[in-house]
């Protein structure tokens, strides 16, 4: 081998000091959202490539030097750190699957749980430990539309043969980028193009763009959409980090008059049409510069400012429907600087329940998403049902259920949970399901 040969081979050796490290890394926590592509397959690649690079190292004579063997056994310990987390991931699926059942039930009530194992979500449903299911544009991979309404039907039918209450089953299409079910059903354009209309035209338009997304979700069987965006629209983007949540571009307008006049009738064309509306993302994400998929970010705007201005269309569109309100992970500085809104019990107790008189079904965005999740999770959501939520999503990633529902056993075990808090929400629960199953079986309210 002539010296160019030698000084490519020794570059290749100490390229694969930081590579195992890498391969350890994602091993040990292969169950993160963050790794979730290399789940499967892609653990599977890793494992093959660290076995065949701890062959090569012996092949090439490395085990004879020091240095070597510590190479050769970092590669062989991959592997290992696969199987470890998998076996951290499997014990804590046993504890939840064999919940029992007065606690699953109690719990369960809380959670809705993206999927994407219909037998696996099936289990959940039969066994109580989730309250409903979030569908989404990788539930219609390979399948046409009428295949997903025959799955959820299917799910139901369990929900009904177990005694428990019909399943929420929740959806995102918003219209405009935000349309998680097109092009399998109608892709509409966002609400803001309705804006600068003429009043009357406009009304009708958002209506029927309401009953639009109503009518073909309902067919699928989807109960609950989680639209529309009530943030206020940013005069200018605040941040180059912003990758997901895109306000500037999902939100009706910057003026509070003109998002409660789209909204409004927009929710009473999905109500009509037998879903229901879930309005978002309070506090309002149109003044925050971090973007809560990835990190935290802070609200800093007074109270009485964003009274005035944010605020305004979720409380009139709080007022004059039957929606569900939807709570961020931005920290409201001004009300608690130490908690995200959607755990704060000062914001939502304090603040949409007593100021506010709501009485409604308030439900966390994904807990999934970085700002949470990255962080201490388990007292999130603890704290959030300490402060009156009812449901805890868990979207993205619906293998972290089984963590984020370990949280709230755990706090069970332990009466860490408000009973006062959980028989409030247990009431609100009941009348949202009561309503479902009469709405289901086709019954007047």
Not at 26 to 31: D, E, L, Q, T
Not at 64 to 93: D, M, Q, T, Y
Not at 178 to 204: C, K, N, Q
Not at 308 to 321: C, K, Q, V
Request: aromatic content about 8%.
């Amino acid at each position: 081998m002539g010296r160019f040969g030698k000084i490519v081979r020794r570059i290749g050796v100490v390229l694969l000091w930081p590579l195992v490290l890498a391969c350890l890394f994602v091993g040990f926590n292969k169950n993160d959202p963050y790794l979730i592509s290399l789940r499967g397959g892609g653990s599977v690649g890793v494992c093959v490539l660290a076995a065949f690079a701890a062959f090569m190292l012996i092949w090439r004579g490395y085990w004879n030097s020091a240095a070597g063997k510590v190479l050769i056994l970092l590669w062989c310990l991959v592997p290992l750190a696969f199987v470890a987390a998998h076996v951290r991931f499997e014990f804590r699926k046993h504890d939840v699957l064999h919940t029992e059942a007065s606690t699953a039930h109690r719990l369960g009530r809380h959670f809705v749980v993206g999927y994407s194992s219909f037998d696996e979500v099936a289990t959940l449903a039969e066994k109580g430990l989730i309250a409903g299911v979030y569908v989404t544009r990788h539930n219609l991979r390979g399948k046409a539309a009428e295949a997903l309404a025959s799955e959820i039907a299917a799910l139901q039918a369990r929900r009904r043969a177990a005694n428990l209450p019909p399943l929420i089953v929740a959806a995102d299409q918003e219209g405009g980028i935000v349309s998680h079910l097109a092009p399998a059903l109608t892709e509409l354009p966002a609400l803001s193009t309705l804006v600068d209309l003429p009043a009357d035209l406009r009304d009708r338009m958002a209506e029927e763009y309401g009953r639009i997304h109503g009518r073909e979700l309902a067919m699928l069987g989807v109960n609950l959409n989680f639209a529309p965006v009530l943030d206020l629209r940013p005069p200018t983007k605040l941040t180059r980090f912003d990758f997901n949540t895109l306000i500037g571009r999902r939100a009706i307008s910057g003026d509070p008059a003109r998002v409660a006049d789209v909204a409004l009738p927009y929710i009473r064309g999905l109500e009509a049409a037998g879903v229901g509306a879930t309005v978002k993302h309070f506090p309002g994400l149109g003044r925050v510069r971090g973007d809560t998929h990835h990190f935290s970010a802070d609200l800093d705007t007074p109270l009485d400012e964003l009274a005035s201005s944010d605020w305004r269309p979720f409380r009139e569109a709080l007022a004059g429907s039957r929606a569900m309100l939807m709570v961020g992970h931005v920290r409201l500085t001004a009300a608690d600087p130490d908690r995200a809104t959607s755990h704060s019990k000062k914001v939502i107790d304090g603040i949409i329940r007593r100021e506010w008189n709501y009485r409604g079904v308030v439900i966390t965005d994904d807990l999934v998403m970085g700002a949470i999740y990255q962080h201490d999770v388990c007292t999130a959501v603890v704290e959030a049902l300490n402060a009156g939520v009812d449901l805890l999503l868990v979207a993205f990633d619906g293998a972290q259920f089984y963590r984020i529902f370990s949280c709230a056993l755990v706090a069970a075990g332990k009466s860490r949970l408000d009973p006062a808090m959980l028989a409030a929400s247990e009431a609100r629960l009941e009348k949202l399901f009561l309503r479902d199953t009469k709405r289901m079986a086709g019954g007047a309210e």
